[in-house]
């Protein structure tokens, strides 16, 4: 094999590492996405039972008002993780699609070098059929001259 085909399959084998490397990072930030949109929603629960647990005990309206401000922008932060949460599995579809890409490019590279190794194979098969054809042939004539 030459040496620019196997430089050009481990490049392949190098994309399709980094496809996977990438795929998996993006596997990675979904699941932690997944575990902030869990504890921001453990905390609000938590709140809200801390505001439940206070309520009973007599609040003002200003403290009330207080905390009911702060569990809005905690249920406007939850919104917008939601939000979020598509663009995370977006990332993982692109990368899987990468990925297959080049898995698909690195087969495609290994078979067209496989090919190109039979291809030569049988040419040099063929030289040496034609080689030994010609040594009969020789001897052959050899002999009907003696």
Avoid: P
Avoid at 61 to 75: E, M, N, R
Avoid at 81 to 94: L, P
């Amino acid at each position: 094999m030459s040496n620019a085909l196997a430089l050009i399959i481990e490049q392949a084998k190098e994309q399709e590492h980094q496809a996977s490397l990438a795929l998996n990072q993006a596997r990675i930030d979904q699941e932690n996405y997944r575990q902030q949109l869990a504890q921001i929603e453990q905390y609000r629960l938590d709140y809200l039972n801390q505001l439940s647990t206070r309520g009973q005990q007599g609040l003002t309206a200003s403290q009330y008002s207080h905390l009911q401000k702060f569990l809005t922008q905690l249920d406007n932060t939850l919104e917008k993780q939601k939000q979020a949460g598509g663009y995370f599995e977006e990332q993982i579809q692109k990368c899987a699609q990468h990925w297959q890409e080049m898995q698909q490019k690195r087969r495609s590279v290994e078979w067209l070098v496989e090919k190109r190794k039979r291809e030569h194979q049988k040419w040099l098969d063929k030289q040496e059929q034609k080689m030994m054809d010609e040594f009969v042939t020789l001897q052959f004539a050899r002999r009907l001259q003696q």
